[in-house]
């Protein structure tokens, strides 16, 4: 990677990820997996929900910005990106289950 990488749209929605990664094992680790969720879902999962939302913007400047410019390191992070934001929503799937 280059210094592409250091830009912060590249690495943002990366901690973004990892912080919702994180709220979400948190909150398993607090309070475990519940059945049915009953009424309100609560602040935890309109955290995760905004953050994870926040992160289209910021990837879609990055892509804008930097495709053009250096395409091979850009869909290289692009990559990163879309991954580290699958794995907390695959998490959160396989617990609804």
Not at 12 to 30: D, E, F, I, N, T
């Given at each position: 990677?280059?210094?592409?990488?250091?830009?912060?749209?590249a690495?943002?929605?990366?901690?973004?990820?990892?912080?919702?990664?994180?709220?979400?094992?948190?909150?398993?680790?607090?309070?475990?997996?519940?059945?049915?969720?009953?009424?309100?879902?609560?602040?935890?999962?309109?955290?995760?929900?905004?953050?994870?939302?926040?992160?289209?913007?910021?990837?879609?400047?990055?892509?804008?910005?930097?495709?053009p410019?250096r395409?091979?390191?850009?869909?290289?992070?692009?990559?990163?990106?879309?991954?580290?934001?699958?794995?907390?929503?695959?998490?959160?799937?396989?617990?609804?289950?």
């Open positions: 990677m280059s210094p592409t990488i250091k830009e912060p749209s690495w943002l929605p990366v901690s973004m990820s990892a912080a919702a990664l994180g709220l979400v094992l948190g909150y398993v680790a607090m309070f475990g997996v519940a059945g049915k969720p009953s009424g309100d879902e609560g602040a935890a999962t309109r955290i995760f929900q905004l953050v994870l939302a926040g992160q289209l913007p910021i990837i879609g400047y990055f892509g804008v910005k930097w495709l410019k395409p091979k390191q850009a869909v290289m992070i692009l990559g990163l990106q879309i991954s580290a934001a699958l794995v907390p929503l695959i998490l959160v799937a396989t617990l609804e289950m």
